[in-house]
T-cell receptor
Framework: KAGVTQTPRYLIKTRGQQVTLSCSPI?????VSWYQQTPGQGLQFLFE???????NKGNFPGRFSGRQFSNSRSEMNVSTLELGDSALYLC??????????????FGPGTRLTVL | AQKVTQAQTEISVVEKEDVTLDCVYETRDTTYYLFWYKQPPSGELVFLIRRNSFDEQNEISGRYSWNFQKSTSSFNFTITASQVVDSAVYFCALSETTSGTYKYIFGTGTRLKVLA
């Protein structure tokens, strides 16, 4: 099976712009989560989608949004970029089923730099 | 509320030494899962182990072993005879089941440096 893929791998934007990141989960995985990783804050949970529905959201401002498509692919969008948004954005998928929290498999991440 | 604490920010050992990475968690849920992940310098997190709250058996996989103790809310990870390739950041994570939050909480990670 192919692993989790994320595009693009690297992105450079300027303040005020918006950005869309894409994630393709492992085939058959319907749960997709997004994380922001920065040196000082570790992995911070952004949101999780399952069957096109956002089931949970972390403590991030409304500038961060996401969606999931019927094929389980997911996108996250960040509007009005700020310098502090510079980070590695990780996508993870899992084969969730009720009562069993399976392990997540991570993609290589998208490194976003905001200038 | 969920919380995972990895108090060791960075550990340096010499090759072939044993090293234990600590993980302490907080949860009000009775059913939960614990995980360990490895993030090598290449950046991609690699899943190592999953343990549910009803299974307190320790696990050994090659040079890796895990000690789960509900009484102290700890899930520690030991690498025996460490190797340079073990150098990475290791993350412990917690996910509750019955609360229905469907999210995973990660610790801040422990950077392990294994020196040749």
């Amino acid at each position: 099976k192919a692993g989790v893929t994320q595009t693009p791998r690297y992105l450079i934007k300027t303040r005020g712009q918006q950005v869309t990141l894409s994630c393709s989960p492992i085939s058959g995985h319907r749960s997709v989560s997004w994380y922001q990783q920065t040196p000082g804050q570790g992995l911070q949970f952004l949101f999780e989608y399952f069957s096109e529905t956002q089931r949970n959201k972390g403590n991030f401002p409304g500038r961060f949004s996401g969606r999931q498509f019927s094929n389980s692919r997911s996108e996250m969008n960040v509007s009005t970029l700020e310098l502090g948004d510079s980070a590695l954005y990780l996508c993870a998928s899992s084969s969730w089923r009720r009562g069993v929290n399976n392990e997540q498999f991570f993609g290589p991440g998208t490194r976003l730099t905001v200038l | 509320a969920q919380k995972v604490t990895q108090a060791q920010t960075e550990i340096s050992v010499v090759e072939k030494e044993d090293v234990t990475l600590d993980c302490v968690y907080e949860t009000r849920d009775t059913t939960y899962y614990l995980f360990w992940y490895k993030q090598p310098p290449s950046g991609e997190l690699v899943f190592l182990i999953r343990r549910n709250s009803f299974d307190e058996q320790n696990e050994i996989s090659g040079r890796y072993s895990w000690n789960f103790q509900k009484s102290t809310s700890s899930f520690n990870f030991t690498i025996t005879a460490s190797q340079v390739v073990d150098s990475a950041v290791y993350f412990c994570a917690l996910s509750e089941t019955t609360s229905g939050t469907y999210k995973y909480i990660f610790g801040t990670g422990t950077r392990l440096k294994v020196l040749a």
